[in-house]
């Protein structure tokens, strides 16, 4: 591994471990939106796919965390500006600008768009599958490894909590099976399918 990826990877393998010891780590209040824009820091744009593992029947709001292979390789490291602001821009008129997963708005501005992927175990294929509109609090949650870096971890799993009607007991069992399949999918390598795109005829040639 690269000494980059090592620095990405490394506060998740401490999250991972004060996780197995069941200690949680106190977090301050974050911003309206923690997300980060590109990959010219610590951070990176990140990477929305589907619930990587199964969800209580009644979840309404899932936690996506990005297997590490994966980082900083998404939709707008393929795209164009000019092509980014048109699906965006589409992506939140379609929802009236609410969040389609709470119906809420964000403080300072009201959705943000999200990138939805399909994870193939089987084959290790990630699929683009269509983009959706969340309010920032709904984005950060499905962030939750990039909300503890930033250390707004409380945040967002009490708005999963909150979201989903879920006990302490519930939201803590989710939240180690998400982990878990983290773990395993970060040990792979994964191809990228953009064909979702070409509908919009943004043809483009993944770059993994």
């Not at 084959?123 to 939750?144: D, S």
Request: aromatic share 10%; hydrophobic share 40%; net charge positive.
């Amino acid at each position: 591994m690269t000494a980059q990826f090592q620095r990405w990877v490394r506060p998740f393998q401490l999250l991972r471990q004060r996780r197995s010891a069941d200690t949680l780590q106190t977090v301050h209040s974050a911003p309206s939106s923690a997300l980060p824009e590109d990959c010219t820091s610590m951070t990176m744009t990140p990477i929305i796919f589907t619930p990587v593992s199964p969800a209580p029947s009644r979840a309404k709001l899932s936690l996506e965390l990005v297997p590490a292979t994966c980082w900083c390789s998404n939709v707008r490291d393929h795209v164009s500006p000019v092509q980014w602001n048109r699906l965006r821009r589409q992506t939140y008129y379609a929802a009236r600008s609410h969040c389609e997963i709470c119906n809420g708005q964000g403080p300072q501005w009201p959705v943000e768009c999200h990138e939805v992927w399909h994870y193939d175990d089987a084959t290790q294929v990630q699929t683009l599958v269509r983009f959706i509109a969340l309010c920032p609090a709904c984005h950060l949650t499905k962030h939750i490894g990039l909300a503890e870096i930033k250390g707004h971890a409380a945040e967002a799993r009490a708005h999963l909590a909150r979201v989903n009607a879920w006990s302490e007991a519930e939201t803590e069992a989710y939240l180690r099976q998400v982990w878990a399949v983290w773990e395993e999918r970060s040990a792979h390598d994964w191809r990228l399918n953009l064909l979702w795109l070409e509908q919009w005829r943004i043809f483009v040639q993944p770059k993994r």
